[in-house]
């Protein structure tokens, strides 16, 4: 893991990354909400409203606003080039754990202590939906990337899939009056059978209160992660949804769990005080990265980079899972680099790329930088786990070139 920027502050509850410029929001558990530019590590604006925590953030992915969701039960929507709240959405009964905008209609996503996950139309600043069926805190709700779906997870210990392809049809394109009606009582077309959304999956599975569930962006898949210290996946069809497996490893509760957006992985983070990546088809614990005193409550990815961050008990992190370029030194005509296990060499002249050697360990730790010794002809590579404070430095002696030697093996 390779931390490009860390911030010291209140406990962080949620995050968002800005889909096109280089700014984070974190929202506090002071009730301040942070952004962030993570490139430069300033401090831009500070909106401090809510009055007690703030859990749900998020920038809205064309327009200039972002959402915020606090345990005031209110809902607030800002414009961050006005630096201001341009309106509060009141309707929770309870503590308001997330708030998400939709990607194309003119929607957020609310999930609420008081049970109920709600639909809100920002434009007409109006409730459009309740749903009802958990029994317990609702701790998050997401908009399906695509279809017209949500996915919910409740501490009544169900992940459950909801159709609004109802709601859509009324409020995208309604009839006569249809809308307009809807708008005045949201829930009366449910007293008539013809609900605007509907559960479609209930999933059960989790032994505790589930905290997180995230669809995958191109699969038909779902992530949760719980109480039970558990992370699972799960598939749905159509008609169907049914868990796939199991991935243990944590050893408390699992505050969020994300699928990697381009890459076959999960990320997870907990009260453990660690982030861990997982295989997602082997299913297997592949890097796990502790802090010694924070306990972990929220993730989030970028939408377009190779970033993540993750919220903890005194600030955030944004970070890399891998280094994105190989560590290299020059000499002469020959670049010297490391990919995966190996140590190559890029001649200049020719534009031969040759294996030199194999690096000790396989490659599983990643190679933070590289310097050569002509006098030795040899490669000095340090290596960096997740604490950046120690590091590894292996000497490695360049075979001498010849006819039978492995560096003269070179890539098709």
């Excluded at 949620?14 to 889909?19: A, D, E, T, W």
């Excluded at 501490?155 to 159709?163: G, M, N, P, S």
């Excluded at 994300?258 to 005080?273: C, M, Y």
């Amino acid at each position: 893991m390779l931390t490009n920027f860390e911030t010291k502050s209140a406990r962080v509850k949620g995050l968002s990354f800005h889909p096109k410029r280089p700014w984070i929001l974190a929202s506090l558990h002071s009730g301040v909400i942070q952004l962030w530019d993570y490139r430069i590590s300033t401090l831009i604006e500070k909106f401090d409203e809510h009055d007690g925590p703030v859990r749900g953030i998020s920038f809205h992915a064309q327009q200039p606003l972002f959402v915020s969701g606090g345990d005031d039960f209110k809902i607030k929507v800002w414009n961050y080039k006005q630096r201001r709240c341009i309106f509060t959405l009141l309707g929770h009964l309870d503590y308001v754990r997330t708030t998400v905008f939709h990607h194309e209609y003119p929607w957020i996503l609310s999930a609420s202590d008081d049970q109920t996950i709600r639909i809100w139309n920002w434009q007409s600043r109006s409730c459009i939906c309740v749903l009802t069926g958990h029994n317990h805190y609702v701790m998050c709700a997401q908009f399906h990337p695509t279809d017209d779906i949500i996915v919910s997870a409740s501490l009544d210990q169900t992940v459950r899939i909801w159709d609004i392809s109802g709601l859509r049809k009324k409020n995208v394109a309604p009839g006569p009056s249809g809308l307009d009606d809807h708008l005045k009582n949201p829930t009366a077309t449910d007293l008539f059978g013809q609900a605007d959304a509907v559960v479609k999956h209930v999933l059960e599975g989790h032994d505790r209160g589930v905290n997180w569930a995230h669809f995958h962006p191109t699969l038909p898949l779902i992530v949760s992660g719980a109480d039970d210290r558990q992370i699972k996946l799960w598939r749905m069809n159509e008609y169907k949804a049914w868990e796939v497996d199991t991935c243990r490893g944590h050893y408390n509760n699992v505050s969020c769990v994300l699928f990697h957006p381009r890459a076959e992985l999960i990320v997870s983070n907990s009260e453990d005080k660690s982030i861990r990546v997982w295989d997602m088809t082997k299913r297997q614990c592949i890097h796990t990265f502790r802090r010694e005193h924070e306990r972990f409550w929220i993730m989030a990815a970028h939408p377009n980079l190779n970033l993540f961050a993750a919220g903890h008990d005194s600030g955030m992190i944004v970070f890399k899972l891998e280094r994105e370029r190989p560590a290299y030194a020059v000499y002469g005509n020959c670049l010297y680099y490391v990919k995966e296990r190996f140590l190559r060499e890029l001649d200049f002249n020719t534009t031969t790329d040759s294996v030199v050697m194999t690096i000790r360990g396989g490659g599983k730790t990643p190679v933070y930088s590289m310097s050569y010794n002509p006098a030795l002809n040899a490669v000095l590579l340090c290596t960096r786990t997740s604490n950046l404070e120690n590091s590894t430095y292996d000497l490695y002696s360049i075979p001498q070139k010849d006819s039978g030697s492995q560096n003269s093996e070179t890539d098709s």
